[in-house]
C-alpha cells in the first residue's frame, strides 16, 4: 500500500512525483494507494505549497511533518479530482477524518465511487484529535461503517490506546494501519524539532516522525496488535527491502510506503519487482 498523500489526491502523483510516473520509474498500478486525507469542509492546515520546507523537513533516515491535514475538502474531490480517475486501473482508498457527523457524512459522499476501502484517519499527530479517547474512535469507526458501502481501515498513532481500539472495532473494521509517531516520542525533548518555528506559531506539538527513526514505535506497535489478534495490521515504516521482511515477521499482512516516497520515490516500485521475482 502507499501511505496516505504520498501519492496526491488521486494516487498518480504530486507534480514533482509526475515526471517519474511518465518514465515508468513509479507505478502507481502496483499498489493500493490511500489517498491523501479529506475533511468535510477545507482545511488551511499548514502546508502551503509554494513554502513546503516549512512543514515539511527531512530528517537523517526519515522526515518530520506538521501539514496539519491541509486539503481542499471532500466536495472538492468528489466534483474535481473523483471524475478524473480510472478507478479500474488505480485501486484506490478513500481517507477521511474529522468528528463523528462529519466522517458519516463523507462517507455517504464517498459511496458514490468505486473505492477498494476507506480509511478512518483518527490519528493525525498534528491536530491533536481523539488522540486519548478510544471510546469515541470506536464509535466514530462504527459510525463510518454503518454508512459506508466500503471495507474500513482504522488509522492510529502509537501515542493512543491502540488494542483497545483495536479490540473495539473486531469485525467492524477489515485492518488497521499505523500513522508517524509525535515527534516528542521519538526525541522524548532531547532535540529540537526543525519545524520548531511553526510550533512555536501554531502550537500542538513538534510534527509527526516517519521512516527509520520512527520504527521502534511502530512496530513494536505491529507486534502488539498482531499478538491480540483483533485485527489484521498494515505494516508501515518501510524505508529499505530487509524491512518488509521484519515488518511481516512481526505478523503485518500488508506493507505501507510513506516516506520512502519523498526520499526516493522510484524506491517501492523496485521492492515490488524484486519481490515479484523471488517469488516467482
Given at each position: 500500500m502507499v501511505a496516505s498523500g504520498a501519492l496526491a489526491f488521486d494516487g498518480r502523483g504530486w507534480l514533482w512525483e509526475r515526471p517519474l510516473v511518465w518514465l515508468g520509474?513509479?507505478?502507481?498500478?502496483?499498489?493500493?494507494?490511500?489517498?491523501?486525507?479529506?475533511?468535510?469542509?477545507?482545511?488551511?492546515?499548514n502546508l502551503r505549497w509554494w513554502k513546503p520546507w516549512t512543514c515539511v523537513r527531512l530528517i537523517p533516515r526519515g522526515a518530520v511533518n506538521k501539514v496539519g491535514l491541509t486539503n481542499p475538502g471532500i466536495d472538492w474531490w468528489c466534483n474535481k479530482v473523483a471524475p478524473t480517475i480510472n478507478f479500474q486501473k488505480y485501486p484506490i482508498v478513500g481517507s477521511i477524518s474529522g468528528e463523528k457527523d462529519e466522517l458519516k457524512e463523507m462517507a455517504k459522499k464517498l459511496n458514490h465511487f468505486e473505492l477498494v476501502g476507506l480509511e478512518v484517519n483518527v490519528s493525525c499527530p498534528n491536530t491533536g484529535h481523539a488522540l486519548e479517547m478510544a471510546?469515541?474512535?470506536?464509535?466514530?469507526?462504527?459510525?463510518?461503517?454503518?454508512?459506508?458501502?466500503?471495507?474500513?481501515i482504522v488509522k492510529v498513532s502509537v501515542n493512543q490506546d491502540y488494542l483497545a481500539i483495536a479490540h473495539g472495532l473486531t469485525r467492524i473494521a477489515e485492518a488497521i494501519s499505523i500513522n508517524s509517531v509525535p515527534w516528542e516520542t521519538v526525541f522524548a525533548n532531547s532535540k529540537r524539532t526543525p519545524l520548531w518555528k511553526l510550533e512555536k506559531q501554531v502550537g500542538g506539538g513538534g510534527g509527526g516522525v516517519s521512516g527509520k527513526p520512527a520504527q521502534k514505535y511502530n512496530w513494536e506497535a505491529v507486534e502488539a496488535l498482531t499478538k491480540q489478534g483483533s485485527l489484521p495490521v498494515i505494516g508501515p515504516?518501510?524505508?529499505?527491502?530487509?524491512?518488509?521482511?521484519?515488518?511481516?515477521?512481526?505478523?503485518?499482512?500488508?506493507?505501507?510506503?510513506?516516506?520512502?516516497?519523498l526520499r526516493t520515490p522510484w524506491k517501492p516500485t523496485s521492492f515490488i519487482k524484486r519481490e515479484g521475482k523471488e517469488n516467482s
Open positions: 520509474l513509479i507505478k502507481p498500478e502496483l499498489f493500493t494507494v490511500v489517498i491523501k486525507t479529506l475533511t468535510l469542509t477545507p482545511r488551511k492546515g471510546e469515541l474512535v470506536i464509535n466514530s469507526v462504527k459510525t463510518v461503517k454503518f454508512i459506508s458501502r466500503h471495507p474500513i515504516s518501510i524505508m529499505e527491502f530487509e524491512d518488509m521482511e521484519i515488518v511481516k515477521k512481526l505478523g503485518a499482512k500488508a506493507y505501507s510506503f510513506g516516506t520512502i516516497h
